[in-house]
């Protein structure tokens, strides 16, 4: 089992895995191992036939090894922690035209891996703008915007109901 805080990264963040392997079987797990790789998928139409031609390529960014599994014991690793390169593409699956299909599309996972043959992948969404933290930026428009003491209040009532839910 992989443990993620959330599923949405900067470049740059450290994604932090809490990696734990419960082994049922008679079997022990070899060379378990935690890495990020890029998906990247490529379309093209056919000018002649109505065809549409994919490629899929894998690049691996890093890969960490946590060890072995006994059989029938369940290991808990020690936290994971991968950093997604600052020079990476975002996370990529729209065309920009609005069209059915994108050209190009760039998707990232995360993927537990361990022999004889288990495979666990988490998809991540990896942006340049970061991501929206609600408390947060109510807690900023509440320091930036001090002016009276009534609008004080109003959005003081708009931050607390906002950390409420």
Excluded: W
């Excluded at 990264?9 to 450290?14: D, I, K, M, V, Y």
């Excluded at 599994?69 to 699956?93: L, M, S």
């Amino acid at each position: 089992m992989v443990s993620l805080p959330r599923t949405a990264f900067r470049l740059g963040e450290a994604v932090e895995a809490q990696v734990t392997g419960n082994n049922r079987t008679r079997k022990g797990l070899k060379e378990c191992a935690l890495q990020l790789s890029m998906k990247t998928q490529f379309e093209a139409m056919s000018r002649y036939e109505h065809v549409n031609e994919k490629k899929l390529s894998e690049h691996l960014i890093e890969l960490v090894p946590l060890g072995r599994v006994r059989a029938r014991h369940k290991q808990v690793f020690a936290k994971c922690c991968i950093r997604i390169p600052e020079g990476a593409p975002p996370t990529q699956n729209y065309h920009r035209d609005g069209g059915d299909t994108a050209i190009i599309a760039i998707h990232y996972v995360l993927k537990f891996i361990a022999l004889p043959g288990i495979e666990c992948e988490i998809p991540l969404i990896v942006t340049s703008m970061g991501y929206a933290d609600s408390a947060k930026h109510a807690a900023f428009v509440l320091h930036s915007q001090r002016k009276s003491p009534k609008t004080q209040r109003v959005i003081r009532n708009i931050v607390e109901e906002k950390l409420m839910c």
